[in-house]
């Protein structure tokens, strides 16, 4: 069974950089497509962007200057590092596998979420 | 970018009732459309992609329908397990935007 784990600091000071890994296991990162989704508290959930294992990015234009994904295939994780953050990216963060193909993309897999609070 | 957005943003249903929710697109996405399930405290759960296709060990009570820019989740009798938001997400181009989203809570 394939497990997504979200780590990293729960709270970041305004204008700073947010950073987040995702730990992989049950499954080799270097097969499918691995995202970010954010949902601010009581709130809808925003697409973030994802990465292939080749490295190959595709983002959120609404973010794109801001967001930068990257992978290690050597130990099976993702990141994600948001820049000069504002209170508007408090949010749960949620890494996903992203499946492709026939059906079309969907997020079958799912970390369980850490809250990152901007704050000074 | 395809913009989403989703019918009634609140139902309340009792167990056993038939629910379904409506999900449009701004344009033409085929088939390309995935259906979650979240509740409280949780991440989502997906359960229907490529508009019809039911995720393995989603149960058989939850479909999905619909072509081009309209789709439906139906429910067929819903269960106490069932009281949660439903998004919808377009599969066809990045960004994928997600719907608002419907909550299902208790009539």
């Known amino acids: 069974q394939v497990q997504l784990q979200e780590s990293g600091p729960g709270l970041v000071k305004p204008s700073e950089t947010l950073s987040l890994t995702c730990s992989v296991s049950?499954?080799?990162?270097?097969?499918?497509?691995w995202s970010w989704i954010r949902q601010p508290p009581g709130k809808g959930l925003e697409w973030i962007g994802n990465i292939y294992y080749t490295g190959k990015t595709s983002y959120n234009p609404s973010l794109k200057s801001r967001v930068s994904i990257s992978v290690d295939t050597s130990k099976n994780q993702f990141s994600l590092e948001m820049t000069s953050v504002t209170a508007a990216d408090t949010a749960f963060y949620y890494c996903?596998?992203?499946?492709?193909?026939?059906?079309?993309?969907?997020?079958?897999?799912w970390g369980q979420g850490t809250l990152v609070t901007v704050s000074s | 970018d395809i913009q989403m957005t989703q019918s009634p943003s609140s139902v309340p249903a009792s167990v056993g009732d038939r629910v379904i929710i409506t999900c449009r697109a701004s344009?033409?996405?085929?088939?390309?459309l995935a259906w979650y399930q979240q509740k409280p405290g949780k991440a989502p759960n997906l359960l229907v992609y490529?508009?019809?296709s039911l995720q393995a060990g989603v149960p058989s009570r939850f479909s999905g329908s619909g072509f081009g820019t309209n789709f439906t989740l139906t429910i067929s009798s819903l269960q106490p397990e069932d009281f949660a938001t439903y998004y919808c997400q377009q599969a066809d181009i990045s960004p994928f935007t997600f719907g608002p989203g419907t909550r299902v809570d208790v009539k």
């Open positions: 344009q033409h996405i085929s088939t390309w």
């Open positions: 049950g499954d080799s990162i270097s097969t499918y497509y």
């Open positions: 490529g508009a019809s």
């Open positions: 996903a596998r992203a499946s492709r193909g026939y059906g079309g993309y969907r997020l079958d897999f």
